[in-house]
């Protein structure tokens, strides 16, 4: 911020130089002021318009889209303002029901994705920074490749006579194939294997600014490397990772493709009870209700993330 | 002193002690990578069910694909709106993230979490509010409709992206051009844009990426003759399982695959 504003300072100043004032002159130097700040906030101006383009993009893509949305989830199917499509939300069964499959999906894929994603990260971070880079490929690959992709593998390697069942039953795991997709575990194994990279990337940038210096004081003054490991390096990664996690949660409860096409139609999350509504009922004003309900839990969310800690930091890198 | 037996750790831990570690972060690493190429061996595959190792092997799923007229159709498609997004996105998100940046206006910070929202509201939301939006004012399965949804998602990303190059490079430079008399348009394209040129072009790939790989505003606000390859690809998961999508995966993983390598070389080479 400070850097930019003096930027704008020096290019106006620079342009003036060349100008009329006489140097020296009082009445002069406060005309000069006066017009420089004028200048600095023109050209802010000038300089902020270049992000309208954007701006109305999204104002046409999202602020219209979803305040209507917002709108349709007080009316009644009459037309006339209502709160029903939020009571039935508290009254019926299906609805709890939907709202408790949402948190337990996202809340054990956090899960999951924290156990399997400290040891990897962990793993990155001591790594050379060259090493770190080929291995991170294992994690970008996964993440640049389509989720639809990535969810067709799985239904294929889940499948009564897939891969996984195959393999199970050779070294002798079990010893009929166990259905593991079209229902709560398939998903989950999907939208783990979706949602790791979401954790890993923030976490292993935080392990990445742990001093190694304190690891090799707290060995010098005698600590064990598993003490000092849970005294010193785990406190200090543990932002990164409440960060990834609470990413992974986010996206979780907002998640579709994959719960839609693991679950077989036996998960019903939030997402995908707004589609059923739409396409069985065609009722605008439930589905939109849905949808705000899981907007307002977003950003609230991330409201108490902002507050607890630098969560854009952590998201963009530091600042 | 064997490489088993010398410190990996600042705590004295040896590589050996710490074969744990190593063995379980190569199968989480398997586990990552494995079910993102498998798709490629059982592309090839003659039988109707999806088998592995197929127990022969044969073109016939890509003859399917490349024979067919709808798969043709909705490949064309989203190749076409996926290149329009990038070439949108990329120079609007560019133009906003330059501006938010150097401008230093009070404002700056929160039109550019303004600018994330695309990000933070959940797809599934996006995705009806904009089918019904669209219903409204008729862009519903219009190649136009589906660039513009598109664009304001690649946007967050490009912004991130150019905002990171901007926060490396030293704007000075900038200035010490506009002192020696070049107007700050010149100064970007000549001095600025050269040199977070490669940032650039990832920001460009990833919203070609976005777009092409973006299954759930697809799903609702495209159609018929625009219907998206995304969009057949899901109705087809959600229905049976055709093994012609082992082939039109295989070919997406291909497409996703060289463009992260292109984006990691041209990574290395801005820094």
């Known amino acids: 911020m400070m850097v930019a504003k003096s930027e704008n300072a020096v290019a106006t100043s620079s342009a003036h130089t060349s100008g009329a004032s ?33 701006a109305l993009i999204v104002f046409f ?32 069964k299906s609805y709890a029901r939907t709202f408790s499959t949402t948190f337990q999906v996202s809340l054990f894929t956090t899960l999951i994705c924290i156990a399997i994603g400290y040891p990897l990260a962990y793993f990155l971070a001591q790594l050379p920074a060259r090493w770190a ?26 499948q009564r006579k897939g891969i996984l069942n195959d393999f199970a039953m050779q070294i002798g795991l079990w010893d009929s194939p166990v259905k593991l997709v079209h229902n709560m575990t398939g998903t989950l194994i999907g939208m783990a294997h ?107 969310l991330l409201f108490v993330a902002a507050r607890v800690f630098k969560f854009d930091a952590a998201l963009f890198g530091k600042g | 002193m064997s490489w088993w037996q010398s410190p990996a750790s600042d705590t004295q831990v040896t590589h050996g002690g ?27 595959s003659d039988s109707q069910y999806l088998e592995f190792p197929p127990s022969t092997w044969s073109m016939r799923w890509y003859h399917e694909y490349f024979g067919s007229n709808k798969w043709m ?35 700056a910070r929160l039109i550019f979490m303004y600018m994330l929202t695309p990000m933070i509201v959940p797809v599934i939301l996006i995705a009806i509010g904009v089918f019904y939006f669209y219903g409204r004012v008729k862009l519903n399965n219009s190649i136009a409709g589906l ?23 030293d704007l000075n430079q900038e200035r ?20 977070i040129k490669f940032s650039v072009i990832t920001a460009a790939l990833l919203s070609f990426l976005t777009s092409f790989d973006e299954v759930i505003v697809s799903i609702f606000v495209s159609g018929g003759k625009t219907a998206t390859l995304t969009k057949h690809m899901f109705s087809a998961l959600r229905d049976y399982i055709d093994p012609t999508i082992a082939a039109i995966s295989t070919i997406m993983v291909l497409i996703s695959t060289v463009l992260l390598l292109l984006v990691q070389l041209a990574g290395s080479r801005d820094k």
């Not at chain 1, 009082?26 to 954007?54: D, F, I, M, N, T």
């Not at chain 1, 294992?138 to 490749?145: E, I, K, N, Q, S």
């Open chain 2, 73 to 107: 159709r909705a490949t064309w498609t989203s190749l076409r709106i996926g290149v329009l997004t990038m070439l949108v996105a990329t120079p609007v998100g560019t133009m906003a993230a330059y501006a938010l940046y150097v401008s230093g206006h009070r404002a």
């Open chain 1, 22 to 54: 006489a140097p020296g002159d009082r009445s002069g130097h406060e005309l000069h002021a006066k017009e420089l700040k004028q200048q600095q906030r023109r050209e802010q101006w000038s300089l902020l318009s270049l992000a309208l383009p954007g």
């Open chain 2, 176 to 195: 010490v051009a506009r002192s020696l008399g070049a107007t700050r348009l010149k100064a970007f394209f000549v001095i600025t844009l050269p040199q």
């Open chain 1, 133 to 158: 880079g080929i291995f991170m490929l294992a994690v970008l690959l996964p993440f640049w490749t389509s989720l639809l992709v990535r969810t067709y593998a799985w239904l294929v390697l889940l």
């Open chain 1, 194 to 300: 979706i949602m790791l990279p979401f954790l890993v990337l923030p976490l292993y940038s935080a392990m990445r600014k742990i001093e190694r210096d304190l690891m090799h004081a707290a060995s010098n003054l005698g600590a064990s490397p598993a003490r000092a490991f849970w005294h010193i390096y785990m406190p200090l990664s543990i932002s990164g990772m409440v960060a990834g996690s609470l990413i992974v949660f986010i996206l979780c409860l907002g998640f579709y493709v994959t719960p839609a096409v693991l679950g077989g139609g036996k998960v019903i999350m939030v997402s995908t009870q707004i589609t059923a509504i739409l396409e069985n009922q065609f009722n605008w004003g439930a589905a939109s209700a849905l949808g705000v309900v899981l907007l307002i839990a977003t950003l609230l």
């Open chain 1, 61 to 92: 893509v999202i602020v219209i889209p979803v305040s209507w949305l917002f709108f349709l989830s007080f009316l009644g199917s009459d037309g006339e303002p209502t709160l029903q499509h939020y009571r039935k939300m508290i009254e019926y």
């Open chain 2, 18 to 44: 710490r074969l744990w570690l190593y063995i379980l972060a190569i199968i989480i690493m398997l586990l990552l990578v494995i079910p993102t190429f498998i798709v490629i061996p059982m592309s090839f």
């Open chain 2, 147 to 169: 660039v513009l949804a598109h664009t304001a998602l690649a946007i967050p990303l490009v912004m991130i992206i150019i905002t990171a190059a901007l926060r490396s490079y």
